[in-house]
């Protein structure tokens, strides 16, 4: 087998808009690991919101990327096995500039597994039911929260409209050059120290499994999926994906609500079965 593993983002790339898994690219990836290959979900949710999905997608073993590359779990037994922070002092300022900007920009933040949020509205409710997670309301200042906490934040998110996602991006990447503000979503930025990234945890694996990144293929369709499709050996971008994920794709396959996945499974690691 060419591509020994399969590294593939979920939400809009596995995860139809409707919020499904259709029944081609479960029977492609129960093939292809049947066959011998290792497919690995890497997406910025949390283990917790994920888990569920990796058992409908018959993935009851092996690992899953999670946090934006920051954190490795081995699905069987629930056990993180590789993680990286973001740096406190860094995590507090970002938080802090974010509180500035005023009601339309509501950060979150990942501690323990548990997204936090100083308090409930339209824009949380909606993230969080998307990706099908609870929520620990702190009723402070998240920057305050991180502060006083003893625990170690893994990333910082940023809910807002659409239309100020492009600024904050420039913006925060502008003031804060330590750190990478992502799109992930229409309504999503992600924050993380730079060099946190799913091509990091992809290369993480690859040693672990004992094989090049050339032998891998990494799929997905947002900016914080482009270190994972350049780390691998094929990148490919689905239909439905940002411009900069194509621009940084070796191939673009189709859109994550017409088999995408399945599809590349099928031209590169499977013979062709279905037509492209």
């Not at 979920?10 to 290792?38: C, L, P």
């Not at 300022?93 to 936090?116: M, Q, R, S």
């Not at 750190?179 to 091509?199: C, D, P, Q, W």
């Not at 691998?232 to 994906?241: H, T």
């Amino acid at each position: 087998m060419k591509y020994k593993a399969i590294f593939c983002d979920f939400d809009g790339t596995i995860y139809r808009e409707d919020h499904t898994i259709s029944q081609v690219n479960k029977d492609a990836i129960k093939k292809y690991v049947n066959a011998g290959g290792k497919f690995v979900v890497s997406t910025g949710r949390l283990f917790s919101a994920i888990y569920p999905k990796l058992l409908e997608l018959g993935l009851d073993g092996g690992d899953v990327i999670v946090y934006q590359g920051a954190g490795v779990f081995d699905v069987e037994s629930k056990r993180q096995i590789f993680g990286q922070y973001f740096d406190k002092l860094q995590a507090i300022t970002a938080l802090k500039f974010i509180e500035g900007l005023g009601d339309g920009y509501v950060p979150l933040v990942y501690i323990n597994d548990t997204c936090h949020c100083q308090s409930s509205n339209v824009y949380v409710d909606e993230f969080v039911r998307i990706c099908n997670v609870g929520y620990k309301v702190t009723g402070v200042p998240l920057s305050d929260y991180v502060a006083k906490s003893e625990d170690m934040p893994v990333k910082v998110l940023v809910l807002t409209d659409s239309a100020n996602c492009d600024s904050l991006v420039r913006d925060g990447g502008e003031k804060f050059p330590d750190l990478a503000f992502m799109r992930s979503h229409a309504f999503v930025i992600e924050i993380i120290t730079k060099g946190i990234n799913k091509g990091l945890a992809v290369r993480w694996l690859c040693d672990k499994y004992g094989i090049d990144t050339e032998q891998c293929i990494a799929l997905g369709d947002s900016e914080n999926d482009i270190a994972m499709i350049e780390t691998a050996g094929l990148g490919v971008a689905m239909r439905n994906a940002m411009p900069k994920v194509k621009q940084a794709a070796d191939y673009i396959t189709d859109s994550n609500d017409n088999d995408g996945v399945a599809k590349v499974i099928y031209k590169f690691c499977m013979d062709g079965d279905i037509d492209e």
